[in-house]
């Protein structure tokens, strides 16, 4: 029997189409599944669960009042660390690793210090930030997390408005932090912003005075960042083997996360000593 898998994500992140090529790899190789289309869409949004009816799915951020609604009778395999409670067996980034490694480049960079710089407070940064933590307590190294965040917006405000407000707020950090500071950005907009800040502030020349490294996947726009490298395409080869054994024999149990480590770090030019490499590609 082949089964038919619905990938249900956002459209828009490239975090789930690298997961969904680990998937289709995966499918591609067992022969015993294949993903569903919609209008020529391999992923779509999770209302359109109800015009697929298919045997099983892969599914990004979903909280528990849309599995009652959306996923009804069939197994689901989670492919997101967003919420902290997860109503299905997930796999996802073992986030407190990617802090750490973030961590102990910053320190073998040669800085003196951590700042860690995020905007939001979504389950994997709060994870990533606690391995940061963890990875800098061990090793007796200073580090701080700025309490410089995204606001909601309020009646009558639009997005820029509340954006400007935290670049404002991201300026005036950055102006007091000391020289010789490694900076581990939890979320690629804040890595952009640092970056353009440098033109600006006199000591935040990167990588001489500060160090940078992103605890994520880097933007196109982003080329040269030093980051810590997800191990997407494993989620979703994993997330696939699990939701097939589900479908093959229904009395199986499965963890209710499964976690997976990074790659390591890209060694790039925000960073001293750009030659340095310590990634398995």
């Known amino acids: 029997m082949v089964y038919n898998i619905a990938f249900c994500s956002n459209q828009c992140n490239p975090y789930y189409s690298e997961v969904a090529l680990g998937v289709t790899e995966f499918l591609q190789t067992s022969g015993e599944a294949e993903l569903m289309s919609l209008k020529g869409l391999k992923r779509f949004p999770l209302q359109a669960i109800s015009l697929l009816k298919p045997d099983g799915a892969i599914a990004g951020p979903v909280c528990l ?40 480049a910053i320190m073998e960079a040669g800085y003196d210090r951590i700042v860690i710089l995020d905007f939001g407070d979504n389950h994997f940064v709060r994870q ?27 009646k009558g405000e639009v997005f820029h408005d509340v954006w400007a407000e935290y670049q404002s707020q991201l300026k005036t950090q950055m102006k007091s932090i000391p ?35 992103l605890a994520d996947l880097p933007e196109p726009e982003m080329k040269g960042t030093a980051y810590v490298s997800l191990a997407v395409e494993e989620i979703g080869k994993k997330a696939a083997e699990l939701l097939i054994a589900k479908l093959k024999n229904p009395a199986t149990n499965l963890p209710a996360e499964t976690l997976v480590p990074p790659k390591g770090v890209i060694w790039g030019e925000t960073l001293r000593h750009a030659t340095k490499k310590n990634v398995k590609r």
């Open 65 to 104: 009042e849309e599995s009652k609604t959306i996923f009804m009778d069939i197994p689901v395999v989670g492919i997101s660390n967003v919420l902290e409670i997860k109503p299905f067996p997930s796999v996802i980034n073992d986030d407190r690793e990617v802090g750490r490694q973030a961590a102990r």
């Open 128 to 154: 990533r930030a606690a391995g940061v933590q963890e990875a800098a307590k061990d090793l007796q190294f200073p580090c701080q997390r700025l309490n410089v965040r995204l606001r909601k917006t309020s």
């Open 179 to 213: 020289k010789n500071t490694g900076i581990v950005a939890l979320e690629p907009r804040i890595a952009i912003e640092l970056l353009a800040l440098q033109s600006e502030i006199v000591h935040l020349k990167i990588p001489e005075e500060v160090g940078l490294v």
